[in-house]
Each structure stands twice: as C-alpha cells, then as structure tokens.
T-cell receptor, first 109, second 116 residues
C-alpha cells in the first residue's frame, strides 16, 4: 500500500533549527511535496523535490533520498509565525498526491 | 489569497438538509480537487476533475455529489450527511495532467462543515 509517515507534533524554540522527517512508500514516484498549513487556513506550497539532494529556499530547505524513501524539511532561525502544521505528500506514478497526517510544529519563545 | 476561493467558510447543517459547497479558481488551471481534512488524519482525496472530466472518485459515499460545470468552478452537493462527515472540506486546483508533469496544488481556505 501507499503510505506517508511523519511525526504528529514537534516543539522547538524561537531562533533555533528544527528538522521534520517524512518517510514515504508510493507506487512509483514523481516527487515529494511539503506544504505549510496555519490553523484555519489553506495549505500553501513550500517545496518540491524529485531528485536526490538538498534544495534551499531562504530559511527553509528540503532534502530527498529516493533510495531511502526519505525526506526532511529543515527550518532555520525559527520565528513564532512558523508555528503551523507541515504536510508531506508523495506523488505516485499516476501523479496522485499521497498525504501524510501532518506535523504540528509548536514554537516557544 | 491563493487564487482559489471557497464558500461558505463555515456551514452547520442538519442530517436531513441539502447544501452545496462552492469553489472557484482564477489561476487558469485545468484540474480541480475536493479533499476532506479531519483532525490528525491525512488529507483524504475525494474527487478529481481533470479538464472537466471526473477522473477520480475514491469510494466516496453517494451523499456527496460533485459537479464541475467548467474548469474554473467546482461544487460539492451534500445530502443527508452524517455527524462523522463533519470536517474541513478543501478545494484545490493544479495545472492538470495532459501527459506532462503536473504542478503543485493550490488550496482554498476550506469550508468547515458541522453536521448536527
């Protein structure tokens, strides 16, 4: 079956670094997405990885290892506004997105 | 503002009511989706329309009925729902699959549905 696993909740301190891990099993693979969702708001696109390696976008970076079925989202210099849920989604061979349940990130001062 | 607008934002309905959720996108996309989001569960894909044709129906009960009159509008008609149908219903759009890579999905802010 197809499955995405990510931690349910994480806590980090303002100004610190946090890494949110995601493991995936999909039928075929056409990339890995990360979305951010603030409470009561729409999920918004953060990153897309289809090749192995690290992609950096400002304070956020996303990493992919296809051989390990593994990705992580790295958030640096955490700010209070980064408190949100982070959704990992793998795209299968039919271009369908398989979603994880999301990781709720709590930032403390 | 993501370019995808959903109305209403909140809806409370009785189990015998009929209501409709509306989604509109102004991004020029050709694929539109309905998702159900329940607390602490993965997003559940309900329906997919690609170039106005329904391409996915993930075993959704018939009390949910989608309608896609054109590539910019998507409706979800609700009839005789159950309390367990209470959830956030999200609409999304993407460029659409036409034998090329699809792009990321853009989501609306959702309709918070409560069935009483």
């Amino acid at each position: 079956g197809q499955n995405i696993d990510q931690p349910t909740e994480m806590t980090a301190t303002e100004g610190a670094i946090v890494q949110i891990n995601c493991t995936y099993q999909t039928s075929g693979f056409n990339g890995l997405f990360w979305y951010q969702q603030h409470a009561g708001e729409a999920p918004t696109f953060l990153s897309y990885n289809v090749l192995d390696g690290l992609e950096e976008k400002g304070r956020f970076s996303s990493f992919l290892s296809r051989s390990k079925g593994y990705s992580y989202l790295l958030l640096k210099e955490l700010q209070m506004k980064d408190s949100a849920s982070y959704l990992c989604a793998g795209m299968d061979s039919n271009y369908q997105l398989i979603w994880g349940a999301g990781t709720k990130l709590i930032i403390k001062p | 503002e993501t370019g995808v607008t959903q109305t209403p934002r909140h809806l409370v309905m009785g189990m015998t009511n009929k209501k409709s959720l509306k989604c509109e996108q102004h991004l020029g996309h050709n694929a539109m989706y309905w998702y159900k989001q329940s607390a602490k569960k993965p997003l559940e894909l309900m329906f997919v329309y690609n170039f106005k044709e329904q391409t996915e129906n993930n075993s959704v009960p018939s009390r949910f009925s989608p309608e896609c009159p054109n590539s910019s509008h998507l409706f979800l008609h609700l009839h005789t729902l159950q309390p367990e149908d209470s959830a956030l219903y999200l609409c999304a759009s993407s460029q659409g699959r036409d034998r090329v890579w699809d792009t990321e999905a853009f989501f609306g802010q959702g309709t918070r549905l409560t069935v009483v």
